[in-house]
């Protein structure tokens, strides 16, 4: 089982369209959670950390539920400039602090 | 801002070869990471180094791999014997001692092409 699994898509979407991403990840020990933000080629760049009672950033939401060891990113309102490739991140208790990346979400949005 | 900055963007070598990656980290970060992404596959994790020693490392860290902090403030990876499944896009990062955020920050990293 991949330690961290992500839609790949793509999710194709009109501009002002609401898109959801979700993720999984298999270690219950898991400890922190985030997601990144990566243009095509260019480095992962911090979206938002995820926190157990759920949080928003503007019209980006993240949930965490740990029961289900499920993340979900909602972006509302989706601007041309949201295309990029989401990727869900973990990290657990007890190791150097390395992030373990899920394959990434493919969001397109068209005009 | 600060940035953590890598040397050269793009490097093209042949099979066998030696390279050196460069980093230099932020500079009063305690914790420094590589990561690669080979075209089209998820980031993955290949080493983390602090105080001056490996802290941990991936199987594809292999004998073939080192790393360095020659002079407190570059980063290195080296990679011995390229191989064309090495090429890749290499990814260094370093964050503060801080726990509550990890402070990661990643440098625009080097595209690695291997033929």
């Known amino acids: 089982r991949k330690e961290v699994e992500q839609d790949p898509g793509p999710f194709n979407v009109p501009e002002g369209a609401t898109v959801a991403f979700n993720c999984t990840y298999s270690?219950?020990?898991?400890?922190?959670f985030f997601w990144y933000r990566q243009d095509c080629r260019k480095e992962p760049k911090l979206l938002m950390s995820?926190?157990?009672s759920g949080n928003e950033d503007g019209r980006f939401t993240a949930q965490l539920n740990r029961a289900s060891q499920y993340i979900s990113l909602l972006i509302r309102d989706s601007k041309l400039s949201d295309s990029a490739t989401y990727l869900c991140?973990?990290?657990?208790?007890?190791?150097?602090?390395?992030?373990?990346f899920g394959q990434g979400t493919t969001l397109q949005v068209k005009p | 801002e600060p940035e953590v900055t890598q040397t050269p963007s793009h490097q093209v070598t042949q099979m066998g070869q030696e390279v050196i990656l460069r980093c230099v980290p932020i500079?009063?970060?305690?914790?420094f990471y590589w990561y690669r992404q080979i075209l089209g596959q998820k980031v993955e994790f290949l080493v983390s180094?602090?105080?001056?020693?490996?802290?941990?490392k991936s199987e594809i860290f292999d004998d073939q791999f080192s790393v360095e902090r020659p002079d407190g403030s570059n980063f290195t990876l080296k990679i011995r014997s390229t191989k064309l499944e090495d090429s890749a896009m290499y990814f260094c990062?370093?964050?503060?001692?801080?726990?509550?955020?990890?402070?990661?920050?990643f440098g625009s990293g080097t595209r690695l092409t291997v033929v």
């Open positions: 990062a370093s964050r503060t001692g801080t726990q509550s955020n990890y402070g990661y920050t």
């Open positions: 270690n219950s020990a898991s400890q922190s």
């Open positions: 995820v926190y157990s």
């Open positions: 991140v973990v990290t657990w208790y007890g190791n150097t602090g390395k992030l373990i």
């Open positions: 500079s009063n970060h305690l914790y």
């Open positions: 180094f602090y105080n001056n020693e490996i802290s941990e």
